[in-house]
């Protein structure tokens, strides 16, 4: 059944991994059958995660721009690695979701049937890099909100916030062709408003978050009332 180089179906696929699972090694099942060692476990994985859908063929382009997002962002948080998205989400492979990561990452939008270039290289100065870093922070690292409120780009953001927590407000000084000077530090009024910035950002974060648990809270005891008052009427 084995055809090296050539699609398999749904159904060729089920027989490799009920070899698997049976317990032919997935090298045995190359040596017979001449397929892949490493396509058969990422099927059996595949499966073991998804079921049949995990074992359907997706085209790159018919992968919807919210699911880039949410892949991208997962890489580059840390909390996988690509084969682990792969296996996850049953991308064919890890190239794919490098391009994502890349195109993300150089400020390009990921949209479902093509990339469109967002604003990129908008020039700011070192007080606004500052105040958008902190913004960031303030938020829990919510780059994408930052990228709206501010209009910068992904790859932008990103790499102001990874100076500055390496370096501080300095390491945002854009020092390309030329050497530093005095007048690369900031004011003592300037730092004052970017602490009263953070502090206003923290703040109107913080108010959402507790907006947000008062409004469940409140569902909470409504749901419960409405629970109580159920069993009250059967009785």
Request: net charge positive.
């Amino acid at each position: 059944m084995g055809r090296k180089g050539s699609r398999y179906t749904i159904k060729e696929k089920l027989f490799y991994i009920g070899l698997v699972t049976q317990g032919m090694a997935p090298n045995a099942v190359q040596r017979k059958y001449g397929v892949e060692h490493s396509q058969v476990s990422r099927w059996v994985k595949r499966y073991g995660l998804q079921g049949i859908d995990g074992l359907r063929h997706r085209l790159m382009g018919k992968y919807p721009s919210e699911l880039k997002l949410k892949i991208a962002m997962q890489f580059l948080e840390g909390h996988s690695s690509y084969p682990r998205l792969c296996d996850k989400y049953n991308i064919p492979n890890v190239s794919t979701i490098y391009q994502w990561v890349h195109q993300y990452t150089s400020g390009k939008q990921l949209t479902t049937r093509s990339v469109k270039q967002v604003k990129d290289g908008q020039k700011t100065t070192q007080m606004e890099r500052v105040e958008i870093v902190q913004w960031i922070i303030a938020n829990d690292m919510d780059y994408s909100r930052a990228m709206n409120k501010y209009n910068v780009s992904y790859g932008q953001v990103y790499s102001w916030t990874r100076k500055f927590k390496q370096g501080g407000p300095e390491a945002l000084v854009d020092r390309r062709g030329k050497g530093k000077t005095v007048h690369d530090q900031l004011t003592d009024n300037e730092k004052r408003d970017l602490e009263v910035k953070r502090l206003k950002a923290r703040i109107e974060h913080l108010s959402t978050e507790n907006a947000v648990l008062k409004k469940l809270q409140e569902l909470e005891r409504l749901d419960a009332t409405h629970h109580t008052s159920t069993k009250q009427s059967k009785l």
